[in-house]
Every structure is written in C-alpha cells, then in structure tokens.
C-alpha cells in the first residue's frame, strides 16, 4: 500500500524545502562585468530611479583606453556618463536626455563637443517611446503602438532610420503611431536587495522600470545593497520586479547607485540614500573643462581599481552624512542656514518668471476641470508646485505628478531639485513613467496640465530642446509625452528674439497643447484662430504700460498680437518672494 500519511507528505515538503531556489548568480561586480560585457556592445543602464553607477563605472574601468565602441542607453545620459563619452569608450548614444541634469537642465559641453566632432551620435527618443520599445522587444513583438512623438522632428529622424511609422489604423479611422522594438545585448540593473538567485528587489517610484532587463538579448547583471536570502525575498515579494530566471549575475554592491539615489523606504532591513549633491555639483563643474573631466576620470574610477576602493574615498563619514539625509522632516535642520542664503540673495528675473507662471497657473487650476499638473524640470517645476501649494492651501488639491512615477506628492521645503528623495519618499502613489506619462497625462479619461521649459518655442506653439544648428541641447525627457497627451500646456521661456521665433529649429514637442506662453515679461495666451496675443505684462516699476507691452513684442521674433485688453500684474509681493525662496534658498532656479 503507498503510503499517503502526513509524515510522508512533511519529508517530502521539507526537502523541497532545503533545496536551492534556483542557480546561484551571485559574483563579485568585476567577474560579472567582465563576463558579461564584449567591445561593440548595446549597454542598458537603468530600471529605476536607482542607476548602476558602480557597474557603470566598473565596465569603464576594464575598457578604458581600449575604444570599445560600445551603445550606451539609459533613460537620461547625465552628469555621470560624461567620463565614457569624454574617455572614448561610447560610439552612440540612445536616450531621452543627453544633458547636465543636476542641479539644472543644461547642455553638457562634452556631449556638445561629441555631437559637433560627430564622434559620438545621438539618437533622440522621448522618455514613453524609449520604455514601450523595450517593451515590445520584452514582449516578442514587431512593433508596439504610442501616443507620442507624431508630429515632431524626433519622429522625421526616427522614421528616416526605420524605427518608427505611422500606419492606417486597423480597428478604426485615421493613423496609429508604433516604434520599433529595442533590445540591448547588456542591462545593468542597481537594485535594493535580491537572492543569490536573483530574485531582485526594487523600491517604486520606477522611472523607466525594468522592462530593458526582459528586453536583453544576452545578459542582465544586477548590483544591489545587499544579497539576502530567499525567506527574505518572500516577505518582500510584492516589491519583487525581476524574477531570478531572468538574471545572469547578481553583485553585493554597496552604494552602487551614488552618487544617484536609492529608494528604500519600503525595506526598513536596507536603508536606501538619496543623491549626493555635493558629488554631482563637483562632476558637473568638471564636465565643463574636458581636461577637469580627464583628471575626475583618472581620480574616482581608474585610479579607484574597484567599487571598494570608490567608497574608501568617499570616506565613512560622508556616507553616514549622505544616508542621514533621508529623513522627511530633515529640511527643518537645515533651514537656518539656507533662510540666511536665502533672505541675502537680490530678486532677479528668474524669480519674477516663476511667480508670474504660478499666478497664471493657479488661475487656470481654479476654473476647474484639470486632473493633475505634471511639471518639467527648473522654472516650470517651481511654479506647478507653488500654484498647487496654494491651491492646496484653499483646499483645492490637483495632484503634482513626476514623470518617475510620482504622484499626489506634496513638494519638500528648500530642495528645488524635481527628484529629491524627500519628494520620492511621500505622496499618494508611486508607480513608474508608463503610469504617469501614458496613463494619467496621456490617456483618455484625463486632464493633465503640463508645464514645460524650452529652448525655443515657435509660432506654432512648438517646443524645441533637443538642438540648435552647432548645438545639441538637453533632450526631450518627458517633454514629447506631455505635450502629446495633456489636454493643456503651460511653457515658462526666457523673452528674446533667440526663444520667442518664427519657426522652431527643431520641434521636439509639437504645439498641440500649448495654450499659455510665460516669460519673465508677459502671458501671451492662444486664441481661437491658432495665433498668440499678448495678454498680460508684468509690472516693472513705474515703466507705463504702453512701454511695457512694445517691449515685450519687440522681443518676440513674429509679428505678435496684442490683445485688446491687456492686463498689468502687480509685481511680486514679498509672500510670494518668500514663498519662492522657501522652494529654492540657494536660487539654483530662482537666482
């Protein structure tokens, strides 16, 4: 007779028990590097708002000198990746963003340089299109249908290079816009926690999420803070995006994501830290200077033979400093010092720009109507958050979104920078840029407002940020994505012949939705016939109106209306300046 009884059933549960979970992946970051990474190839480095830094830096060390000739994607190439670039190891460059990206939005002088000396190419996609074209490759499909980049010269270029098409839609009127799909040979993955089987653990929000790790075509490496063991994977199950099949390596790597953050709010057992500011001022002012950046190079990654040598100089007590700073309420320690920065600082145009565009879109938020506002980086992010803190203040809440995968946050006192961890740490949800930028600005059902930055806005209401003729801009981001699906869009620009032009040198974001144009001088608002009038002036002391309003269209490069009536807003009062400063005390956008 077999025997069916409970002590059976237990030995065999409690082998099945004991036995491995899987192949155990875990290597040091240099085996793993070195296993997985040939000259040539297409190198992935994302996944979440964690970045691989470490690995980054790891592969940069094994083929520095050596011209490799490798792709480098990510979501945003920043300040960062610029020693790849400058050390000649990067071929071409698949993004969204190519650009200084902390504390401000900036062309990056070594990209520039790359891009003129056609050493490196660029190739431009928006921050949605990037993510649904490792999406298709994920998913084993030929092409995957978007919302984005109809319209805009990223699509002439994009179609021009076979990877992107409009085709008759088959289940309806009209065209549908798909994109090619995208597969790395490598992605690199930094990641909070995973097994040794590479079970890996990833905090929200998830920017462009993990889908260019099913996309690989040959290997996935994963750095994380920490490997724990498979009891701990279980309890944490729900924040598990890459199962362990999917993994070729999996890495202890401590501070593998500085001098970018980490999530970790959701695992208490692994602290995550947020960026390093004082590291990414110090990697910018060396990009500026290519061979400040050859000696920066030189210093923190080939001289630093390892990832433990890298922390090593960084020193233990920078590190305690860095992880100190996650706390919500920390803004209130340092405060002091800032008010003191910031009650010296002289108002200046900036500072008006902002408060003009927070008056305007407060206005706009009170009609009603407006699900949510999803704001780009600089002048536009500072007045979303302050119209919003005020409407919020009125009990009138629209919801701030960032194209990471925030949602209903409620921006942190004196840290301007869009992604501070702070900001990240709170709100109502966090998902990842497909929720955002596809679902809750682009989809059917909403009525997301976006504000937006610009290089150049045209006649046509188009937005240019990705090049000037001799000059490769930041990029598109989430810029496309917006202006595609909000029902509105707000632009806050600089007021010149040189922003305000006929015809955009390049449209990166089609002017579909932009209603309102702010500049530190005026509103010029779209009326019915597609035309912009200039609407409102802002107050300059005791200069007339009249002297007001022609310089505002001598300084625009087309014929500008002017509106019958045109309103004269007060200059800003002192709550709105300090309310401002209390956003940005050291005026890194105000200033």
Same mark, same amino acid.
């Given at each position: 007779m ?6 059976? /059933? ?52 094994? @083929? ?10 990510? =979501? ?23 650009? #200084? ?10 990209y ?21 074209? #490792? ?11 978007t ?26 009127? %009209? ?17 909070l926690?995973? !097994? ?18 099913f ?20 309890? @944490? ?25 980490l ?9 995550? @830290? ?43 007590d920078r ?16 405060? +002091? ?21 927070? &008056? ?29 803190? &005020? ?26 920078? /869009? ?6 740490? %709170?709100? /109502? ?13 682009? %989809?059917? &059902? ?22 000037? =003729? ?10 496309? !994505? ?15 012949v ?33 035309? @912009? ?6 107050? &300059?002391?005791?200069?007339?109106k ?11 490069g ?11 807003e ?14 940005? +005390? ?6």
């Amino acid at each position: 007779m077999i025997d069916m009884g409970i002590e059976a /059933l237990k030995a065999n549960w409690s082998k099945a028990c004991a036995a491995p979970a899987g192949i155990d992946k875990s290597k040091p970051l240099k085996a793993a590097v070195a296993a997985a990474v040939r000259p040539g190839d297409t190198l992935y480095f994302g996944g979440s708002m964690a970045r691989p830094n470490a690995a980054m830096f790891e592969v940069a060390r094994q @083929y520095w000198g050596k011209a490799p000739g490798f792709t480098l994607a990510a =979501p945003a190439v920043a300040n960062q990746h610029a020693p790849l670039i400058r050390g000649g190891l990067v071929r071409k460059v698949v993004s969204s963003i190519h650009a #200084l990206t902390f504390p401000t939005p900036a062309p990056h002088p070594v990209y520039v340089e790359a891009a003129r000396d056609d050493t490196v190419t660029f190739e431009n996609w928006s921050l949605l299109t990037l993510k649904q074209r #490792l999406m298709a490759a994920a998913l084993g499909l030929p092409f995957m249908p978007t919302g984005s980049l109809a319209g805009s010269d990223m699509a002439r270029e994009r179609e021009a290079a076979g990877q992107f098409a409009s085709l008759d839609n088959p289940f309806g009127d %009209g065209k549908a816009s798909v994109v090619a799909p995208f597969a790395p040979d490598v992605t690199f993955i930094h990641a909070l926690a995973a !097994d040794r089987f590479g079970n890996t653990i990833i905090c929200p929000p998830l920017y462009d999420g993990v889908w260019a790790a099913f996309a690989a075509k040959r290997s996935v490496v994963v750095s994380v803070e920490r490997i724990v063991d498979s009891a701990f994977i279980s309890r @944490y199950s729900h924040l598990v995006q890459i199962p362990g099949h999917m993994v070729s390596a999996v890495c202890e790597v401590p501070l593998g994501g500085h001098p970018n953050s980490l999530p970790g709010d959701p695992v208490p057992e692994v602290p995550g @830290y947020p960026d390093d500011y004082a590291f990414l001022e110090a990697l910018r002012a060396a990009g500026k200077d290519g061979e400040a950046l050859d000696r920066w190079s030189r210093e923190w990654i080939v001289e630093c033979d390892s990832h433990e040598a890298y922390l090593a100089k960084l020193g233990m007590d920078r590190i305690h400093a860095l992880r100190g700073r996650r706390a919500e309420d920390g803004w209130q320690f340092e405060w +002091p010092q800032l008010s003191e920065v910031a009650s010296a600082r002289a108002s200046g145009e900036n500072e008006r720009h902002a408060i003009l565009a927070m &008056r305007i879109l407060q206005r706009r938020l009170k009609s009603g109507g407006l699900s949510c506002i999803l704001a780009g980086l600089g002048i536009s992010s500072l007045a979303a958050w302050m119209a919003s803190m &005020r409407e919020r203040q009125e009990g009138h809440n629209v919801p701030l979104m960032v194209e990471a995968g925030m949602y209903g946050y409620l921006p942190s006192p004196a840290d301007p920078f /869009l992604f501070n961890y702070r900001n990240m740490a %709170g709100g /109502l949800m966090q998902s990842d840029a497909l929720t955002t930028l596809g679902v809750l600005t682009g %989809g059917p &059902r909403n009525q997301a407002v976006g504000v937006l930055g610009a290089a150049q806005v045209d006649r046509a209401g188009n937005l240019n940020t990705t090049k000037l =003729p001799n000059l490769l801009l930041t990029g598109s981001g989430g810029a496309n !994505d917006i202006g595609s699906g909000a029902s509105e869009v707000l632009v806050t620009i600089a007021h010149s012949v040189h922003r305000l032009v006929e015809k955009a040198d390049f449209v990166t974001t089609p002017g579909r939705a932009v209603k309102t144009i702010v500049t530190p001088l005026a509103v010029l608002e779209r009326r019915a016939d597609g035309e @912009y009038a200039l609407t409102h002036v802002l107050a &300059r002391g005791d200069t007339p109106k009249d002297e007001l309003i022609a310089r505002a269209v001598a300084k625009t490069g087309w014929p500008l209306a002017v509106a019958a009536k045109v309103a004269v807003e007060p200059e800003p009062t002192e709550d709105e300046i300090v309310f401002a400063r209390q956003m940005d +005390p050291k005026g890194l956008f105000l200033g």
